[in-house]
């Protein structure tokens, strides 16, 4: 398995454009996490999904967050309109529960400068 | 609500002499907890997990960890540091009585000085 993957690695973007991040989940993992890395805060849940049904968005900062898993092999989160603020490293995880491994396998991170 | 926490930032240690890098959780029923290690530009890459069992468990890279319910604390640890050490660790938990979130701590910069 080629792990998880994460579109784009790197996006510069201009204040109040959308922007759209992407993740691959390993084959078979019914979990998927989005997390957010900040110097500041370290790293924040956003969101996570079970069998791409969303369980807990309170992670999410604002209404301008908004995240997708439409099938098992495809999340999106999006940011619209982007702030400066928002600028950070964005990483998706994902689990398999059924292996009782309980371990999440991270993506390589989407880095988000918002100018 | 669980929640996890580092209480150092940065923590400096001789290479040759043995490091500990703290941990505290908080959860309202059975943790598991994890460390993860992440190195300049790279995702988190897993090191060790305590599920039931042991209270000392070992991982990746000579490290290990030991779970103190009482204290609930579940400091990594290694007898001899290396220069290839130095990185960021996050300590992370799993509540599985309440929900399957998995939440970090915010990250200890492990330096170790040649």
């Known amino acids: 398995d080629a792990g998880v993957i994460q579109s784009p690695r790197h996006e510069v973007t201009e204040m109040g454009q959308e922007v759209t991040l992407r993740c691959k989940p390993i084959s078979g993992h019914d979990y998927l996490f989005w997390y957010r890395q900040t110097m500041m805060r370290g790293l924040e849940l956003l969101i996570y999904f079970n069998n791409n049904v969303p369980i807990d968005d309170s992670g999410m900062p604002e209404d301008r967050f908004s995240a997708k898993m439409p099938n098992a092999s495809f999340s999106t989160l999006k940011i619209q309109p982007s702030e400066p603020r928002d600028s950070a490293v964005y990483f998706c995880?994902?689990?398999?529960?059924?292996?009782?491994?309980?371990?999440?396998?991270f993506g390589a991170g989407s880095r988000l400068t918002v100018l | 609500a669980q929640s996890v926490a580092q209480p150092e930032d940065q923590v400096n240690v001789a290479e040759g002499n043995p490091l500990t890098v703290k941990c505290t959780y908080s959860?309202?029923?059975?943790?598991?907890l994890f460390w993860y290690v992440q190195y300049p530009n790279r995702g988190l890459q897993f090191l060790l997990k305590y599920i039931t069992g042991d209270n000392l468990v070992k991982g990746s890279y000579g490290f290990e960890a030991e779970f103190n319910k009482s204290q609930t604390s579940f400091h990594l640890k290694k007898p001899s540091a290396l220069v290839s050490d130095s990185a960021l660790y996050f300590c992370?938990?799993?509540?599985?009585?309440?929900?399957?979130?998995?939440?970090f701590g915010k990250g200890t910069r492990l330096h170790i000085l040649p």
């Open positions: 992370a938990v799993r509540d599985m009585n309440r929900d399957d979130k998995i939440i």
């Open positions: 959860v309202s029923g059975n943790p598991y």
């Open positions: 995880a994902s689990v398999d529960s059924d292996s009782g491994a309980n371990v999440l396998t």
